[in-house]
C-alpha cells in the first residue's frame, strides 16, 4: 500500500520543475548571442534571459512558503542552485557587454521579411559591429561581425547600404576616408 508520503514524493513538484527549467532556460540564453525582434523592438539576449528569470523566482518563492517544506535531496537543490547562478551570471554579464551597445532594424525589410538587424559598439579606439538576420519576428543568431577604427558606427553614421534580391540581401558598410570597415560587405540570409 502506497502511502501519503510516498504520493507527495512520487508526485511532479510543478514549481521546483518550473524554477529548474526557466533558471536553466535562462541559463542557456543569457550566454548567447542571440537577439529577440519584435515589431519596433531588438531585445538582446541578456534582457530575454532577465525575463525567463522571473517565473524561476517566482517558483522559488512558492517552494520556500509551502508548509510543510518539501522534503529534496541536495542534489536537487544543487540543480536548483546552479542553474540560477548560471542564468544570473550570464545576464549579468550580457548586460554589462552591451553598456555602449545600440540595435537596429534596418528598412527596408527584404524578401518574406527577414530583417536586417544590427548591433553596434565603441570604446575609446575601437569599434564593432554584428549583424543578425531576422524573419519577421523572433530569434536570431549573429550571421557575421565587422571592426572599425577610432570607435566609428557606420550604421548609426548612415554609411551603409542594404540591397536585397530575390532570396537574400547585402550590407555594405563605408568607413571613413583612412577609417576602414573590416569586412565592408556582409550577406543577409533569413534561410
Known amino acids: 500500500m502506497v502511502s501519503d508520503t510516498d504520493r507527495r514524493r512520487s508526485a511532479v513538484d510543478l514549481p521546483y520543475l518550473c524554477a529548474v527549467l526557466c533558471a536553466a532556460l535562462a541559463a542557456v540564453v543569457g550566454w548567447t548571442d542571440l537577439v529577440l525582434v519584435v515589431p519596433g523592438w531588438v531585445l538582446p539576449h541578456w534582457v530575454v534571459a532577465g525575463f525567463l528569470l522571473l517565473?524561476?523566482?517566482?517558483?522559488?518563492?512558492?517552494?520556500?512558503?509551502?508548509?510543510?517544506?518539501p522534503d529534496r535531496a541536495g542534489w536537487q537543490w544543487a540543480v536548483?542552485?546552479?542553474?540560477?547562478?548560471?542564468?544570473?551570471?550570464g545576464t549579468a554579464f550580457g548586460g554589462l557587454g552591451?553598456?555602449?551597445?545600440?540595435y537596429r532594424v534596418l528598412e527596408p525589410a527584404g524578401p518574406d521579411g527577414c530583417r536586417a538587424v544590427v548591433r553596434e559598439t565603441a570604446f575609446l579606439m575601437g569599434g564593432s559591429?554584428?549583424?543578425?538576420?531576422?524573419?519577421?519576428?523572433?530569434?536570431?543568431?549573429?550571421?557575421?561581425?565587422?571592426?572599425?577604427?577610432d570607435g566609428i558606427r557606420p550604421?548609426?553614421?548612415?554609411q551603409y547600404e542594404l540591397r536585397w534580391g530575390p532570396d537574400d540581401g547585402a550590407l555594405t558598410l563605408h568607413g571613413r576616408e583612412g577609417d576602414p570597415v573590416q569586412p565592408a560587405l556582409h550577406e543577409v540570409d533569413c534561410r
Open 55 to 69: 517565473p524561476a523566482a517566482a517558483a522559488v518563492r512558492v517552494l520556500f512558503r509551502r508548509r510543510p517544506a
Open 80 to 89: 536548483l542552485a546552479l542553474s540560477a547562478l548560471a542564468a544570473v551570471a
Open 98 to 102: 552591451d553598456l555602449w551597445a545600440e
Open 129 to 149: 559591429g554584428d549583424l543578425y538576420a531576422a524573419k519577421g519576428m523572433g530569434l536570431a543568431f549573429r550571421s557575421s561581425s565587422w571592426m572599425t577604427d
Open 155 to 158: 550604421v548609426a553614421a548612415g
